[in-house]
């Protein structure tokens, strides 16, 4: 049975056309573009890979439960589905929807974090970080050695680093309100994180008396990994590791545009009951009635079957294996990524791929921009021109951790057909990888630039 082909587990009901377009109408929708890949209308764009974000397609039955939507304002049917399905998974007691992840950030830090706090997390996602930093606290990373380094293969690169969290929880003391972990770690190349890890989290928050927060978006990709390669954990269900996992924190907060399989969606729950009180007297202000908090009835209801089918041994088997199966592709072009291959997304590795590129020429971009032109495939940069800062004095910029180009996996979307496709347009680009050239941005807002930086290639 090993030998063969892991199929995509679903037949299609409903298409979706895909346009194609020619490489002259690429290069005029780019240029129109700023060449910025954010700014491209998604109809130019045949395979998109920017995000697995809210981008998935939802079931049949997801469908089927849109029409029992409740749209009651306040008690809905819907929200007790939703809310008995958040309740078994997670086991915490108050179940708190919100439109998106990071509403639920907002309203959980909002109650709990205050100016000078530290907040430490294996690596905050963006939205994390800026809504723990809005409070004017520090968003501390505190991932293990192994998940710093790119290229070296390790099965839980994910996980926190428990004696910088120990020395974290000692010597900042007070000024810690909560412990995040991020499961599995989306900014650190969507490595996973062990059930021993977590345990080891939850030992030094009970030593400290600190509260243990899960940003758990990808929790059933996370318990897929662990089934494969913690000892032990072999032959297990992923939906009871997922639920060992939940059962060792205090609470949590998740981008149900994950593995919620929903195109929209959050949830924020917890067990103590003062606090709960006082994040739901805020979602109020901007989310809505806690029964629906900013989100349709009919939207919970179809959560509520995401929630439950994401836990398929048979889904997550391809899920999984589609991001390793890109990688090798990749890997046959000769071109490097960061390994293992995370859940829902590769990331080349520019850097490598484009030594005769400076980093402040954006390498990274080049690449993106290029697996457009060539095969109408859309990633996102994830190097100097995202995380890079100016330069001062008109010098060149400071250049980002890593020059990285992720590809991410909607869910139930493509096929392996559509994920040949994008290993032959990567392997077209590689084949003259030395004929790229860097860009140089022409203007560029004060924050988060890579959204709406314009850029131009430069002519050597
Ligand atoms: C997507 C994501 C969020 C934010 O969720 P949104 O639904 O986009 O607001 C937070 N943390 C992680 C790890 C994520 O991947």
Same mark, same amino acid.
């Given at each position: 049975?090993?030998?063969?082909?892991?199929?995509?587990?679903?037949?299609?009901?409903?298409?979706?056309?895909?346009?194609?377009?020619?490489?002259?109408?690429?290069?005029?929708?780019?240029?129109?573009?700023?060449?910025?890949?954010?700014?491209?209308?998604?109809?130019?764009?045949?395979?998109?890979?920017?995000?697995?974000?809210?981008?998935?397609?939802?079931?049949?039955?997801?469908?089927?439960?849109?029409?029992?939507?409740?749209?009651?304002?306040?008690?809905?049917?819907?929200?007790?589905?939703?809310? @008995?399905?958040?309740?078994?998974?997670?086991?915490?007691?108050?179940?708190?929807?919100?439109?998106?992840?990071?509403?639920?950030?907002?309203?959980?830090?909002?109650?709990?974090?205050?100016?000078?706090?530290?907040? +430490?997390?294996?690596?905050?996602?963006?939205?994390? @970080?800026?809504?723990?930093?809005?409070?004017?606290?520090?968003?501390?990373?505190?991932?293990?050695?192994?998940?710093?380094?790119?290229?070296?293969?390790?099965?839980?690169?994910?996980?926190?680093?428990?004696?910088?969290?120990?020395?974290?929880?000692?010597?900042?003391?007070?000024?810690?309100?909560?412990?995040?972990?991020?499961?599995?770690?989306?900014?650190?190349?969507?490595?996973?994180?062990?059930?021993?890890?977590?345990?080891?989290?939850?030992?030094?928050?009970?030593?400290?008396?600190?509260?243990?927060?899960?940003?758990?978006?990808?929790?059933?990709?996370?318990?897929?990994?662990?089934?494969?390669?913690?000892?032990?954990?072999?032959?297990?269900?992923?939906?009871?590791?997922?639920?060992?996992?939940?059962?060792?924190?205090?609470?949590?907060?998740?981008?149900?545009?994950?593995?919620?399989?929903?195109?929209?969606?959050?949830?924020?729950?917890?067990?103590?009951?003062?606090?709960?009180?006082?994040?739901?007297?805020?979602?109020?202000?901007?989310?809505?009635?806690?029964?629906?908090?900013?989100?349709?009835?009919?939207?919970?209801?179809?959560?509520?079957?995401?929630?439950?089918?994401?836990?398929?041994?048979?889904?997550?088997?391809?899920?999984?294996?589609?991001?390793?199966?890109?990688?090798?592709?990749?890997?046959?072009?000769?071109?490097?990524?960061?390994?293992?291959?995370?859940?829902?997304?590769?990331?080349?590795?520019?850097?490598?791929?484009? +030594?005769?590129?400076?980093?402040?020429?954006?390498?990274?971009?080049?690449?993106?921009?290029?697996?457009?032109?060539?095969?109408?495939?859309?990633?996102?940069?994830?190097?100097?021109?995202?995380?890079? @800062?100016?330069?001062?004095?008109?010098?060149?910029?400071?250049?980002?951790?890593?020059?990285?180009?992720?590809?991410?996996?909607?869910?139930?979307?493509?096929?392996?057909?559509?994920?040949?496709?994008?290993?032959?347009?990567?392997?077209?680009?590689?084949?003259?990888?030395?004929?790229?050239?860097?860009?140089?941005?022409?203007?560029?807002?004060?924050?988060?630039?890579?959204?709406?930086?314009?850029?131009?290639?430069?002519?050597?």
């Amino acid at each position: 049975m090993a030998e063969r082909s892991i199929i995509e587990p679903f037949r299609i009901k409903a298409v979706e056309p895909l346009r194609s377009t020619t490489r002259a109408e690429r290069e005029a929708a780019l240029a129109e573009a700023g060449h910025n890949l954010f700014a491209l209308d998604a109809d130019d764009v045949l395979i998109d890979l920017l995000t697995d974000s809210g981008t998935g397609a939802m079931s049949a039955e997801q469908w089927a439960a849109m029409m029992r939507g409740d749209e009651s304002y306040a008690g809905a049917r819907s929200f007790a589905r939703f809310e @008995r399905v958040c309740s078994a998974l997670t086991g915490f007691a108050h179940v708190i929807p919100t439109h998106q992840g990071r509403a639920a950030e907002r309203i959980l830090f909002g109650e709990l974090v205050r100016a000078g706090d530290v907040v +430490p997390n294996n690596t905050h996602f963006d939205t994390t @970080r800026a809504n723990i930093e809005f409070q004017g606290a520090e968003a501390r990373d505190l991932v293990c050695p192994e998940g710093r380094d790119l290229a070296l293969e390790a099965p839980f690169k994910g996980n926190v680093d428990l004696d910088a969290l120990e020395r974290t929880l000692a010597e900042e003391g007070e000024r810690v309100p909560v412990v995040l972990v991020t499961i599995t770690n989306n900014s650190g190349g969507g490595q996973p994180v062990s059930l021993a890890n977590l345990r080891g989290v939850r030992a030094l928050c009970d030593r400290y008396g600190v509260p243990f927060f899960l940003d758990a978006c990808r929790f059933a990709e996370n318990a897929w990994f662990v089934r494969e390669r913690e000892p032990g954990q072999d032959g297990r269900s992923p939906r009871s590791i997922a639920e060992e996992a939940f059962r060792l924190a205090d609470g949590c907060t998740i981008s149900l545009k994950k593995d919620g399989l929903g195109n929209i969606g959050g949830l924020l729950a917890l067990d103590d009951p003062d606090l709960a009180a006082a994040c739901r007297d805020n979602l109020i202000l901007t989310e809505g009635f806690p029964t629906y908090g900013g989100l349709a009835g009919r939207d919970l209801d179809a959560l509520a079957v995401g929630l439950e089918e994401v836990t398929d041994p048979d889904y997550l088997r391809y899920r999984v294996r589609t991001a390793a199966y890109l990688a090798e592709r990749a890997w046959d072009a000769g071109v490097p990524t960061v390994r293992p291959p995370g859940g829902h997304a590769i990331y080349l590795d520019a850097g490598a791929l484009l +030594p005769h590129i400076p980093a402040h020429e954006l390498p990274a971009q080049a690449l993106a921009c290029e697996l457009y032109l060539e095969g109408g495939v859309r990633g996102v940069e994830i190097g100097t021109l995202m995380f890079g @800062r100016v330069g001062t004095g008109g010098g060149p910029d400071e250049p980002g951790p890593h020059e990285l180009v992720r590809l991410a996996l909607p869910r139930r979307t493509y096929t392996q057909s559509h994920v040949d496709y994008v290993g032959e347009v990567i392997a077209a680009v590689a084949a003259r990888a030395e004929t790229l050239r860097g860009y140089r941005i022409v203007e560029q807002p004060r924050w988060l630039r890579h959204f709406t930086a314009t850029l131009e290639p430069l002519d050597r």
